[in-house]
């Protein structure tokens, strides 16, 4: 029962859930609608049977995209210097470029205004062990995803994947505010897994916000703008208790 779980473990079943709740918006909104005519386009009973019928996994949504964000700007000194060479000088300037607009960006510094201080979550006499209880736990479902039929479902999942654990990772590293004097190591395939879900989870906010009322009317739901930005609010509110 969710009522037994420690708080470190209500985390991960709320990521896991906000992951798969992305997932399941980015397969409605771009969905095979007629195989004849190789029609696709947004299938809103989808989007909103998976999805915004349950509250709850709108608000993971919200919660797993907040979580990686802080993950993001936390991590902001050594992914403004770390390696995106490509051999396409042009290119490489972009990134960097492109990599500086996010890390600096105002608006997603915004998000992110009061502190909060993961590292209090992974403290006390079972913090090692609940460390390494997640680290397994994300070694399996990506080692389940190699067990799924479709090669780019399976290579979008386990990037997802190794892009939260690389958020969780960098919220094990580091500590509190003052991270200036701390080391943080990152393979070149979990900076871009982390980026890439930051995109992705991005992608299904902004579905929702587009599609969602539309949805919601279709399949006569009560979901509104109003209401979506309560489950903002909502999502913050639990990240801050933690």
């Known amino acids: 029962p969710a009522e037994e779980l420690c708080q470190e473990e209500k985390i991960l079943y709320k990521l896991i859930s906000g992951l798969h709740s992305s997932i399941s918006i980015h397969i409605a909104s771009d ?14 009973d989808l989007m909103y049977n998976r999805v915004l019928r349950y509250p709850n996994r709108v608000q993971n949504l919200y919660f797993t995209f907040l979580f990686v964000l802080r993950a993001v700007t936390k991590a ?9 060479d490509t051999g396409n000088p042009t290119e490489d300037l972009k990134t960097h470029s492109l990599m500086r607009q996010l890390l600096y960006n105002p608006k997603l510094q915004a998000a992110c205004p009061l502190p909060f201080d993961e ?7 079972r913090g090692p062990e609940l460390k390494q209880k997640i680290q397994a736990q994300f070694k399996n479902i990506s080692a389940l995803m190699d067990c799924v039929g479709c090669e780019k479902c399976r290579l979008w999942g386990k990037l997802q994947v190794l892009g939260l654990g690389t958020a969780l990772k960098i919220l094990f590293s580091v500590n509190g505010e003052d991270h200036s004097h701390q080391t943080l190591e990152l393979q070149r395939n979990e900076v871009i897994a982390l980026i890439n879900l930051l995109n992705r ?3 299904s906010i902004k579905f929702v916000h587009e599609m969602g009322a539309a949805a919601e009317k279709l399949n006569e739901g009560t979901v509104t703008s109003t209401r979506l930005n309560s489950l903002v609010q909502q999502a913050w509110a639990s990240i801050i208790k933690t």
């Open 119 to 125: 590292a209090k979550l992974w403290k006390g006499q």
């Open 201 to 203: 989870l991005s992608e």
């Open 31 to 44: 969905y095979l609608l007629d195989e004849a005519t190789n029609l696709w386009g947004h299938n809103l």
């Open 76 to 84: 902001a000194d050594y992914l403004e210097q770390a390696e995106y």
